[in-house]
């Protein structure tokens, strides 16, 4: 039981380079979220979705698009990277219990 | 406007100690609250939640005390040891979880 899986874990892009962060859960979550995490500024919502086929922005989306491909993988993507979103993104996925689970993270790094 | 707002921002206890970390939100409509400990490098996992509809919650050497109507909640962590040492972050949820900035906390032998 793998839980939430996110890909790549370390990436560096250059300013101005697209990519897409991958998050799969294999717990049969209706919720999925994509958070970024800085220091001194907690965990960041940036996009979530509370179902298959629905997608809400959070607290600081500019520069991002995000899918819910179907219920097992949310994905969020940066068009024209910026050294403003090095960062480390979190997806997690919450079920019925309220339990939100996260993965390991991504470690972005944009020069 | 944070939503969650949390203290202190860091925290050195001796092992043995109590560790106390705070705090405090405004949205009544918030229906649940979770604290998540994370260690360098790993994702934040969930280490005790609470309802508030209860006071109190005890779970091994971790409490939530919740105090619905100053919307303050609070971890205590009993015994503090330093595999403790890690970061904790308070949560409130309505529709989506709001976290408050982390708390770092280092117990020392």
């Known amino acids: 039981n793998a839980g939430v899986t996110q890909t790549p874990k370390f990436q560096v892009l250059k300013t101005g380079q697209s990519m897409t962060l991958q998050c799969a859960q294999d717990?049969?979550?209706?919720?999925m979220y994509w958070y970024r995490q800085d220091p001194g500024m907690g965990l960041r919502l940036i996009y979530y979705s509370a179902s298959e086929g629905t997608t809400d922005k959070g607290e600081v989306p500019n520069g991002y698009n995000v899918s819910r491909l179907n219920k097992r993988e949310f994905s969020l993507r940066l068009e024209s990277a910026a050294p403003s979103q090095t960062s480390v993104y979190f997806c997690?996925?919450?079920?019925?219990?309220?339990?939100?689970?996260f993965g390991q993270g991504t470690r972005l790094t944009v020069v | 406007q944070q939503q969650v707002k949390q203290s202190p921002q860091s925290l050195i206890v001796q092992k043995g100690g109590i560790s106390i970390i705070n705090c405090a939100y405004e949205?009544?409509?918030?229906?649940?609250f979770p604290w998540y400990q994370q260690f360098p490098g790993k994702g934040p996992a969930l280490l005790i939640a609470i309802r508030p509809d209860v006071s109190e919650k005890k779970e091994g050497r971790f409490t939530i005390s919740f105090n619905k109507s100053a919307k303050q909640f609070s971890l205590h962590i009993m015994d503090s040891q330093p595999g403790d040492s890690a970061t904790y972050f308070c949560?409130?949820?309505?529709?989506?979880?709001?976290f408050g900035s982390g708390t770092k906390l280092n117990v020392k032998p």
């Open positions: 949205n009544t409509a918030f229906d649940y």
């Open positions: 717990m049969n979550h209706n919720s």
């Open positions: 949560a409130a949820h309505f529709n989506k979880f709001y």
């Open positions: 997690a996925s919450r079920g019925w219990g309220a339990e939100a689970f």
